[in-house]
Each structure stands twice: as structure tokens, then as C-alpha cells.
């Protein structure tokens, strides 16, 4: 690691935090495009099942903002909640970070069940998760982007 103060530590990793808080409060609010914008241009974010295989991967801001929105549209409310976390700065331009999360989501009563990303995820109206978010970032003109963001599960749950 380049040289760095230990404000300049801080700095990053208190900007990092931001960008995390951002995170669940756009995808709790469905602010899919806002959300999208937490990403580098070419940023990637790929859930897995509790298997580790890959569900799904969004490749760009408009394919992050559009599959979301796509997988959570009517009347469903996302809900997410991230916890303990490990931020390693790298450099003044790199970081890693591994978060402790849940999500939920709900679908209104009356809602018809939609089919999940593919085969693995059953058509569902509640779903609760929990896992870790392991996260590459990258500092983008002075601010601090996801450039990958992995979705590990640790639990799944469903409700028909």
C-alpha cells in the first residue's frame, strides 16, 4: 500500500461507509438508477445462493438499475440492513470490504407471486436473507464507487 496518514485511512473509510449507507437506503427506497450510480461505469454485482452459485450477474450502471427494478417491481418493499464490516484501504485509490447483511422483502397482500432470477429461486412472497456483501472499491474522480460487489448467502428464506 502507497503511503497513507492515518486521517487519510479514516477519510476513505468513513466515505466508504457513506457509500454503503447510500446503498440500503436507495435499494430500500427503490431508487434503482441512484443506486446504479454507487457503482463504477463498468462495476459488477453478482448474487449467490447459499450453494455459491451465481443467480444473476449486472454488469454496468444500466444493467444494475434495470435488472433490479426488473426482479422488484409493484408492490414490494426491499428491505436491507447491514452490519458489522471490514474495510481494508488498499491504496489512496483501492479498497476491499466484506459486510455483514440481511434483506428482505415483502410482496402486499393480494400480490401475485413473481418467479425469482432463474431456477433456483422459487416464486415467493416474502423472502428473508442473510449473508455478506464482499466489496471491491474504487476512487472515481475524487469519489469512492463499488467496483464489484458480491452477494454471498449464509441463509435463505422463503414464504408462499
Known sequence: MQHMTDLE????????????ARYAFYADHKRWR????????????????????ELLRMTGREDISSSLAAHNSGDVQPIHQLFTHE???????SARGVWAMADFIFRAEGST??????DKVPAFKTMRGWGHYHVIYRKVNGLWLIADRVLTRTRLEYAY
Open 9 to 20: 485511512v479514516l477519510k476513505a473509510t468513513e466515505a466508504i461507509r457513506r457509500v454503503e
Open 34 to 53: 441512484d443506486l446504479a450510480r454507487l457503482f463504477t461505469e463498468d462495476g459488477v454485482f453478482r448474487p449467490l445462493d447459499q450453494s455459491g452459485d
Open 87 to 93: 474495510i481494508d484501504i488498499e491504496s489512496s485509490t
Open 113 to 118: 407471486p413473481v418467479a425469482g432470477a432463474n
